[in-house]
């Protein structure tokens, strides 16, 4: 057995601790960029609460709002500049996935010079990025817990990661009582996609016993949790399980990487804009049905922990949790046609490599295509 685990994330959860953001800031400068999007950390009192701990902690600090779902690298750019222009030292992003990704992109454009695409396409490299300091509000992406940020390039509709140790946060502040704001349709999507980050990196031929022993208390921990969440559920305790297991799964993935799922959504969404979470919802339970058989004993895990006796009713036990969650979808219901279907296949060879070579099963680029046709 041969491995490596190194993720030098210094994690701080619990209720409240969003207030000492401001205290935590102190070691990384004297101005901060605080980058989220035109409205629900402002709707939310969260903005303020941030502004005011920063204030207090004698912090000055500049307000970047306009990043969208699905960030695009036109995105990142422009708050770069901002960042730059306002001689900011560092970054604090306060948001979902999408804006801690492009909270990243930004603290790594604002010192590095050079094609952001050329740096995601490892065609160049750099390991320099302004200090990030992360504050999520939906209990998905994980992205406090890696040094992933998810961009899309709106010339060529290439979503892909810009991979990078030094957009690991210095600090994530991980605040459950900050998950409350959600509407439910984003609690279903947002922790389906945290399922999936942990799923993916149990069932990667790169996994690990650490992340295999971290993700498998994830799911664990989801199956237990989001369904009584969205339905109503204030169990303060189901509220720290999801928003445990979602952290957990931006750990696991950035040292097991995702799989297929992963790797087909990202042409999908990079094409139409559409919720992550929902796409993944039309094509996992395709590429599981299509890949158990490549690990039968992990998913026949997945499966008990989901409700089902083994391996091959684990495709079955994720329908049943998407119904239950209002999330069961085609590619179709997403605006995706069939005539799409071969772009997303070529798209999906180029920007998912590694999650296709990861995945239990590896599948060509027509046998791809033909789960692209099974997911509509």
Request: a negative charge.
């Amino acid at each position: 057995m041969e491995f490596r685990h190194f993720l030098p994330v210094n994690i701080v959860f619990g209720k409240g601790k969003v207030s000492d953001v401001g205290e935590l800031s102190k070691p990384y400068g004297k101005k901060a960029l605080i980058v989220t999007g035109n409205s629900s950390a402002k709707k939310s009192g969260l903005y303020d609460k941030v502004k005011k701990s920063l204030d207090d902690s004698e912090i000055d600090s500049v307000l970047f709002d306009k990043v969208t779902q699905n960030p695009l690298t036109t995105t990142a750019i422009e708050g770069a500049e901002f960042a730059k222009a306002n001689g900011c030292d560092f970054v604090v992003a306060i948001g979902g996935g999408s804006i801690m990704d492009c909270a990243k992109g930004i603290a790594f454009l604002a010192v590095n010079d050079g094609d952001i695409s050329d740096y995601i396409f490892s065609k160049l490299y750099s390991e320099s990025a302004l200090p990030i300091v992360l504050i999520p509000t939906t209990c998905g992406t994980g992205s406090e817990g890696n040094g992933f940020a998810v961009l899309t390039n709106p010339d060529t509709g290439d979503k892909k990661s810009l991979r990078c140790g030094a957009i690991i946060a210095k600090v994530s502040i991980v605040d459950p009582d900050c998950m409350k704001t959600m509407p439910k349709k984003v609690l279903a999507s947002v922790g389906f996609d945290a399922l999936c980050h942990n799923i993916e990196a149990y069932t990667s031929k790169n996994a690990t016993p650490f992340t295999d022993a971290l993700s498998i208390y994830a799911i664990e921990l989801i199956s237990k949790s989001i369904v009584k969440l969205y339905e109503g559920s204030e169990d303060e305790e189901l509220w720290d399980m999801i928003t445990v297991a979602s952290t957990i799964g931006g750990m696991v993935i950035n040292q097991a990487g995702v799989t297929l799922a992963h790797g087909m959504e990202h042409p999908a969404s990079g094409l139409k804009d559409i919720v992550h979470g929902q796409g993944l919802a039309a094509l996992t339970p395709v590429v599981i049905e299509a890949s158990y058989k490549g690990l039968p004993e992990k998913f026949a895990r997945i499966s008990e922990l989901l409700g089902g006796k083994d391996e091959t009713d684990c495709a079955k036990m994720i329908e049943e949790l998407l119904v239950k969650l209002n999330l069961k979808v085609g590619l179709k219901d997403l605006g995706l046609t069939e005539e799409d279907i071969p772009w997303m296949a070529d798209n999906c060879m180029k920007v998912s490599a590694a999650g296709i070579s990861y995945n239990p099963v590896v599948f060509t680029r027509d046998e791809i295509a033909d789960l692209y046709k099974k997911a509509m």
